[in-house]
Nanobody
Framework: QVQVVESGGGLMQAGGSLRLSCAVSGSIFSIMRMGWYRQAPGKQRELVARIRSSGSTYYADSVKGRFTISRDNAKNTVYLQMNSLKPEDTSVYYC?????????WGQGTQVTVSS
């Protein structure tokens, strides 16, 4: 059974930084495609960043140059380093693991950025 657990959210002032972590168990992490999504109240869930098993990355335009996704296969963990945070980054952030047409979600972690 695959488990996905996020951590690292919190309250931060605009311009600050936070790092989210996502630990995965129950599968072969190194071959999984990992992603961070976010969902603000009243809005659809959107893809923020994604990293493939090869290490190639994708970023939404709204976070390019500010957020960095990385993975540590030895620790079965993916990270999202968020710098220069803006109030519009306020959302619940979800970690997603994708493998063999199955996807798994974490419970989400709240990130709140005050102006």
């Amino acid at each position: 059974q695959v488990q996905v657990v996020e951590s690292g959210g919190g309250l931060m002032q605009a311009g600050g930084s936070l790092r989210l972590s996502c630990a995965v168990s129950g599968s072969i992490f190194s071959i999984m495609r990992m992603g961070w999504y976010r969902q603000a109240p009243g809005k659809q869930r959107e893809l923020v960043a994604r990293i493939r098993s090869s290490g190639s990355t994708y970023y939404a335009d709204s976070v390019k140059g500010r957020f960095t996704i990385s993975r540590d296969n030895a620790k079965n963990t993916v990270y999202l380093q968020m710098n220069s945070l803006k109030p519009e980054d306020t959302s619940v952030y979800y970690c997603n693991a994708f493998q063999d047409w199955n996807e798994y979600w974490g419970q989400g972690t709240q990130v709140t950025v005050s102006s």
